[in-house]
């Protein structure tokens, strides 16, 4: 049985979320780091957007969080992460920048080590043999995970194991896409990893949440509550049940469940546990296996397959929105993409649809194509 501490936080006013952090604290006493401990604190830090934009784990979250762990005598502490891009100073400063994270109770913490080294997974015949890892997640004593919850075009939903995979510095992302082009063995990867990493503690962001074509270019949705656990794959369960998702659904989720990773229960504390009033809407490219709902539930698998090969979703560029940045061109894993007179082109052929692209774009200019509508 896992513990799921669920706390309404309705803004991000910073007194509202210190409170939120004291509870969530309180709830998972037990499991605090002690001081003379390293710890990290890995929010999600996708690119360089305004907190409004919730893309990003919001800078009020961070803040309380450092300042609860000042309180309960952890001193050393660091704020990391591995932005889409390239990995180094300038860039990842940018993305604090944006992200509101230049504050005097947060600057002192960020992360001044770019370096990255080699962790091997600690099971037996591991899908990658060892993950390059950026220092700090290796370093650290205790890690404190710090999703956003957003929907997601590859993955449907980001929230706690998802954002482990910003512990993969810079443009090696992109070469994990390469090695794991389809959702089966990229969800796999996932899992891996985040039980090699093992967050000892995870707090979500879903005060203000995303929905629609995240993790880049969806919509804002006031969601207005926290959650927390030391079981990230709990978390992910309740973060799916709060979007209005049946999590056996969510690959991730259904890969974790294969590989006997998720609890046996879920136990609930804090306010009382109900939905998002609305359910989320889906990234389009995800949209295609709605199908399978209608499907028995052993068929879904299957059924969902044969739905991907028919369907399957490729990004589109809207010409008008294009600036021509690049950035698509630099995070797609198959060097497909080209800017040409100031606009990005992206063939179809050698496209494996992992919407690394629509994910950085700053433009909002990648929709999404299905494949029978394009024939
Ligand atoms: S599609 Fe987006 S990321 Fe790519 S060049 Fe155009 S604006 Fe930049
Ligand atoms: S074009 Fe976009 S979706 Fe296709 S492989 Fe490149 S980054 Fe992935």
Redesign the pocket.
């Known amino acids: 049985m896992s513990k799921v501490s669920f706390l309404s936080t309705p803004s991000y006013e910073e007194s509202v979320v210190y409170t939120a952090v004291c509870r969530h604290f309180q709830e998972h006493f037990q499991a605090l780091p002690k001081p003379g401990m390293r710890v990290l604190i890995k929010p999600n830090l996708l690119s360089a957007r305004k907190p409004s934009a919730a893309v990003t784990t919001h800078h009020s979250l961070i803040a309380a969080v450092i300042r609860c762990l000042l309180e309960i005598g952890v001193t050393d502490i660091v704020v990391a992460d591995s932005p889409g891009g390239l990995y180094n100073q300038e860039h990842f400063r940018a993305v604090c920048s944006a992200a509101g994270l230049i504050r005097p109770d947060i600057e002192p913490y960020l992360n001044r080590d770019f370096s990255y080294g080699q962790v091997r997974p600690s099971i037996a015949a591991p899908l990658v043999h060892s993950y390059n890892i950026i220092t700090p997640a290796i370093t650290a004593d205790y890690i404190i995970n710090i999703p956003k919850l957003k929907t997601h075009a590859m993955t449907t939903v980001s929230a706690g194991v998802k954002n482990l995979f910003g512990t993969i510095p810079g443009l090696q992302k992109p070469d994990m896409h390469r090695r794991f082009p389809d959702i089966s063995g990229f969800s796999k990867m996932l899992c891996e990893l985040a039980i090699t990493i093992k967050p000892d503690l995870t707090i979500l962001d879903a005060v203000d949440s995303m929905e629609g074509n995240g993790p880049g270019g969806g919509t804002v949705k006031h969601t207005g509550y926290t959650f927390a656990s030391t079981d990230v794959f709990a978390l992910d369960i309740a973060a799916c049940r709060f979007m209005g998702l049946e999590p056996m659904d969510i690959p991730h989720i259904a890969t974790a469940a294969e590989m006997g990773l998720l609890p046996d229960g879920i136990e609930y504390s804090g306010d009382e546990f109900s939905p998002s009033a609305q359910p989320f809407i889906l990234p389009d490219a995800t949209k295609s296996t709605s199908f399978s709902d209608n499907v028995p539930r052993p068929l879904r698998w299957a059924a969902s397959k044969v739905m991907d090969a028919l369907l399957r979703s490729y990004p589109h560029?809207?010409r008008k929105?294009?600036?021509?940045?690049?950035?698509?061109?630099e995070s797609c894993p198959q060097k497909i993409?080209s800017?040409t007179g100031g606009?990005?082109t992206?063939p179809r052929r050698g496209c494996i649809s992992c919407f690394c692209?629509q994910e950085?774009?700053?433009?909002?200019?990648?929709g999404v194509h299905r494949g029978l509508k394009n024939l």
Do not use: E, L
């Open positions: 560029v809207d929105k294009c600036v021509g940045c690049g950035k698509c061109a993409i800017i606009k990005a992206m692209c950085m774009c700053p433009a909002h200019a990648i």
